[in-house]
C-alpha cells in the first residue's frame, strides 16, 4: 500500500494544479483528503449526505483556488480543512435561513410610499457611516460585503493576516450598528 505523501508533497500537488491544472495531482488530493473531509464535517455533526456535498465542494473550491494556497501561511492539510469549516458554517448558515419555497406568481404588491422613504434615509444613513468609517476599515468592509468575497479571499488579496482582518472587520461593523442606532 502507497503511504501519503509528505508535507511538501502535498504542496507540490497543489502547485501542479495551480500550474499546469493537473488531474492526476488533484485525484490523488481527492483521494487523500475528501474522505477525511467528510469525516470531519460528521464529526461535526453533519448528516452523511451533507458531509458528502460538502466535502465534494471543499474539493472543487481547491481546484479552482489553488492559486490562493501559500505554504508560508499554512498547510495543505489546515488550507483544506480551513475551506471545509467555512462550507460547513455556510451550509449551517443557509439551514437557519432556507431559500422562500413558494414564490407568487401574481404582480407584487405596490410597497408602501412611507417604507420606501425610510429605506432610503436608512440607505443614506448607512452610506455616510461606512464613508466615516477608517480607510482600512471602510476597504475591508466593501470587500467583505459588497465584492463579497470571504475573508480568507481578502487576506490573500491584502497580504494581511486572517485575524486582523477579521479584527478590523468586526470593529467596523461595531461602529456601523452605532451610527444606525
Given at each position: 500500500m502507497k503511504s501519503a505523501p509528505a508535507?511538501?508533497?502535498?504542496?507540490?500537488?497543489?502547485?501542479?494544479?495551480?500550474?499546469?491544472?493537473?488531474?492526476?495531482?488533484?485525484?490523488?488530493?481527492?483521494?487523500?483528503?475528501?474522505?477525511?473531509?467528510?469525516?470531519?464535517?460528521?464529526?461535526?455533526?453533519?448528516?452523511?449526505?451533507?458531509?458528502?456535498e460538502c466535502a465534494q465542494e471543499v474539493m472543487v473550491t481547491l481546484w479552482r483556488k489553488a492559486h490562493l494556497?501559500?505554504?508560508?501561511?499554512?498547510?495543505?492539510?489546515?488550507?483544506?480543512?480551513?475551506?471545509?469549516?467555512?462550507?460547513r458554517i455556510d451550509v449551517l448558515r443557509r439551514q437557519r435561513h432556507p431559500e422562500p419555497e413558494d414564490l407568487s406568481w401574481g404582480p407584487e404588491e405596490a410597497p408602501d410610499q412611507a417604507d420606501i422613504v425610510t429605506l432610503q434615509q436608512e440607505s443614506a444613513q448607512l452610506s455616510a457611516a461606512i464613508a466615516r468609517l477608517p480607510e482600512t476599515q471602510r476597504e475591508l468592509i466593501q470587500r467583505a460585503?459588497?465584492?463579497?468575497?470571504?475573508?480568507?479571499?481578502?487576506?490573500a488579496a491584502t497580504g494581511?493576516?486572517?485575524?486582523?482582518?477579521?479584527?478590523?472587520?468586526?470593529?467596523?461593523?461595531?461602529?456601523?450598528?452605532?451610527?444606525?442606532?
Open positions: 508535507r511538501a508533497d502535498w504542496v507540490a500537488h497543489v502547485i501542479r494544479i495551480r500550474d499546469a491544472r493537473d488531474e492526476t495531482a488533484f485525484a490523488e488530493l481527492f483521494a487523500h483528503f475528501a474522505p477525511r473531509v467528510k469525516a470531519f464535517l460528521m464529526r461535526s455533526g453533519g448528516d452523511p449526505a451533507i458531509a458528502e494556497f501559500d505554504p508560508a501561511r499554512a498547510s495543505v492539510a489546515t488550507w483544506i480543512f480551513t475551506i471545509a469549516r467555512n462550507k460585503y459588497f465584492g463579497e468575497m470571504s475573508h480568507g479571499e481578502i487576506a494581511l493576516p486572517l485575524g486582523t482582518i477579521k479584527s478590523r472587520i468586526r470593529l467596523a461593523l461595531d461602529r456601523l450598528r452605532h451610527a444606525m442606532k
